[in-house]
């Protein structure tokens, strides 16, 4: 089972279906937990709609299944197309309150390292307009393409929650996969970006 794989960091993240949230549980300051959130998902256990840890997943050395989707202008745009720089491919949604939150230190990296490496945003279960909305309001300056409902990108990379930060070397090989948003996931940039020639 994927789970058993999983190495545990604690951290926040949306489930994998889009999340109605009260106002007010997204004011909610939610404090550190250590262990993996094993509930199952689904929409009758509201309990399961946020996972308070992130999985870190394990090296998966494998060439990252290519995506194909629009971008902004409605430019068809395809992953292959990024290689030569390591990439982050960030899953996200305009509805998960932890992908939001996790836009300014994204930003702030995007500018630490420009130039170095590249980030393409996979909005998900969003409406057009909700996504073009999210990507001005959060003024997002990296590559951002629009994953339409029945697409198979969810399957191709097994997207179990949100956001999912998975990144690629220069070759397009999945070195790391983080569920939720942790600061792991920056480290792990600085170990690597620092290192590039």
Not at 58 to 72: G, H, N, S, W, Y
Not at 87 to 114: A, T
Not at 117 to 130: P, Q, S, V
Request: proline share 6%; charged share 25%; aromatic share 10%.
């Amino acid at each position: 089972m994927m789970v058993a794989a999983m190495v545990l960091v604690a951290t926040f993240g949306c489930s994998k279906q889009k999340a109605t949230i009260p106002e007010a549980e997204e004011q909610q300051e939610v404090g550190t937990v250590s262990a993996l959130d094993t509930s199952t998902e689904s929409p009758t256990n509201p309990s399961a709609s946020h996972s308070d840890t992130t999985a870190v997943l394990p090296v998966d050395e494998f060439t990252a299944p290519d995506i194909t989707l629009k971008d902004l202008g409605g430019k068809t745009v395809s992953l292959s197309s990024l290689r030569g720089k390591p990439v982050v491919l960030d899953f996200w949604g305009s509805w998960c309150v932890w992908c939001i939150r996790g836009f300014p230190k994204m930003k702030e990296y995007y500018q630490k390292y420009v130039g170095k490496f590249e980030i393409m945003g996979i909005d998900c279960n969003d409406t057009d307009e909700a996504w073009r909305k999210a990507v001005k309001d959060n003024d997002l300056p990296w590559l951002q393409v629009y994953c339409p409902e029945g697409s198979s990108v969810f399957d191709d990379y097994d997207i179990q929650g949100f956001p999912t930060k998975i990144i690629l070397d220069t070759q397009g090989r999945v070195m790391k996969t983080f569920l939720g948003e942790d600061p792991a996931f920056y480290k792990y940039l600085d170990d690597i970006l620092n290192n590039e020639h």
